[in-house]
């Protein structure tokens, strides 16, 4: 069978894995919790941003390894990525600047989504026998609905996703926008990657969640940063910016230039998807994190865990969709991350843009290895125990200096699709289990008054 003919296979199951149906049980997920919590996300939108950026303390000696902060750190580094800067552009390139709303309707809905599962995850965590907490999805399901074999079932596939998204992919998009804007040789990205990463993940999550800390809320600001200067330069065009992504969010997107045009289901489903890949929510990886965190509240926890989908999807997308609609390019017919690079540097020069684009785009991957790394151990630990870390932490690390130096074609379908699969336990999980989410709600907000 040809390399062809694999990809092309890959890219027909992806389809199916991705398609409408999986789209609509996210986004209807998020909308049926949005209903039965009454609108929460957008009610404690507020304290859960002071609970999560202003207040930031807590008892260390609540059960827990990492304080919720960097808990909502490592979440945030591993859905930080290269979707924030190459999903939008793709959803843009494709579906027109209307598929910017749709990725603001995800992550309205995906807010609770992420609340929801962070609040299961920390309710129904436990310790290992290494005194460290273990929790997410694999846990809730089995614990909470005593579908140990569901539960198995996202463990496999969140393992797996772990070397694909969460590795290869990552690994090999620094090794090329490192070769590309400075000249870095493949393999010298590929020695650096695996020391910086060994380092820190051989430490566990306490070592991971120390350095996502410090570097997660450094790589924001330093891409919001760049972001602002050009939207500030141009504010004459925003509101016309604005304008173009409510219009063409319900109409169809005329071809202009390299632009092919857009009819509305597909601007919807590609401002849906790319939000969906962005984000997260839904897809079970981010209440594994959220399980590590310092406090006896599981809704304290989801409510600072819900601030995670606003942060990646309200901000850091919508400022890279209005960066990308101002300077006009998404109308040449390029896509992905040289269209983010393209925009930028339209706005701020040729040097400056590129480079703001390469760097962001490198510490945006390199802090998805990280945060990734610790979801796929806890899948693996889930399945094989405490005696398979050690090997797994080497395995890892060892993949991002291939993942660096390879050709992944087959590996960024694969990837996607085992991506996708995590979503279908996860979700049958919290619907299932949404009365007990509700009433954990109930009870903390009542305690509150």
């Not at 990657?193 to 924001?220: E, F, Q, R, Y």
Request: glycine content about 12%; aromatic content about 10%.
């Amino acid at each position: 069978m040809s390399s062809e003919s694999i990809l092309s296979l890959i890219s027909e199951i992806s389809g199916i894995v991705w398609g409408i149906p999986t789209i609509v049980l996210l986004v209807g997920t998020g909308l049926w919790l949005t209903i039965k919590l009454k609108l929460f996300q957008f009610r404690k939108l507020g304290p859960s941003l002071y609970l999560a950026l202003i207040k930031r303390k807590e008892d260390s000696n609540e059960p827990g390894d990492i304080t919720h902060f960097q808990a909502l750190m490592t979440a945030l580094s591993a859905t930080v990525g290269t979707g924030n800067i190459a999903g939008v552009a793709t959803a843009i390139a494709i579906g027109g600047p209307g598929a910017l709303f749709w990725m603001w309707i995800t992550g309205l809905v995906g807010m609770i989504t992420k609340y929801a599962e962070a609040l299961l995850a920390v309710k129904y965590r436990e310790k290992d026998e290494y005194g460290n907490m273990s929790g997410g999805p694999m846990y809730y399901i089995s614990k909470g609905l005593g579908w140990k074999w569901l539960g198995k079932l996202f463990a496999i596939f969140a393992a797996i996703a772990a070397f694909g998204i969460g590795n290869t992919v990552q690994s090999n998009s620094v090794a090329h926008a490192l070769s590309s804007t400075f000249g870095i040789n493949e393999w010298v990205t590929a020695i650096v990657l695996v020391v910086a990463t060994g380092a820190v993940i051989l430490g566990g999550i306490k070592s991971i969640g120390s350095v996502t800390g410090l570097l997660v809320p450094v790589m924001i600001l330093f891409y919001i940063g760049g972001a602002l200067l050009i939207i500030i330069m141009n504010i004459n065009a925003v509101p016309e910016a604005f304008g173009l992504i409510l219009e063409q969010a319900f109409t169809p997107t005329a071809g202009a230039g390299g632009f092919l045009g857009a009819t509305v289901m597909l601007t919807i489903r590609m401002g849906v998807a790319r939000g969906v890949f962005s984000n997260e929510s839904g897809l079970g990886s981010s209440p594994i994190a959220a399980a590590a965190a310092q406090t006896k509240s599981p809704v304290a926890q989801a409510m600072v865990s819900m601030t995670q989908t606003f942060i990646d999807t309200l901000v850091v997308c919508t400022l890279t969709g209005l960066v990308i609609i101002i300077s006009g390019k998404w109308t040449e017919g390029i896509t992905g991350a040289e269209l983010t690079s393209t925009a930028f540097t339209d706005g701020m020069g040729s040097i400056l843009g590129e480079y703001i684009v390469s760097i962001g785009l490198t510490l945006f991957a390199y802090s998805t290895l990280l945060g990734w790394s610790y979801y796929g151990e806890r899948s693996v630990f889930y399945l094989a125990g405490g005696r398979a870390i050690k090997t797994y932490r080497i395995i890892f690390t060892l993949f991002v200096g291939i993942g660096a130096v390879s050709q992944l074609d087959i590996v960024w379908g694969v990837a996607d699709i085992f991506n996708g699969l995590m979503a279908f336990p996860n979700l049958i999980g919290l619907l299932a289990l949404t009365p007990v989410i509700v009433n954990e709600t109930k009870k903390y907000l009542e305690s509150q008054k």
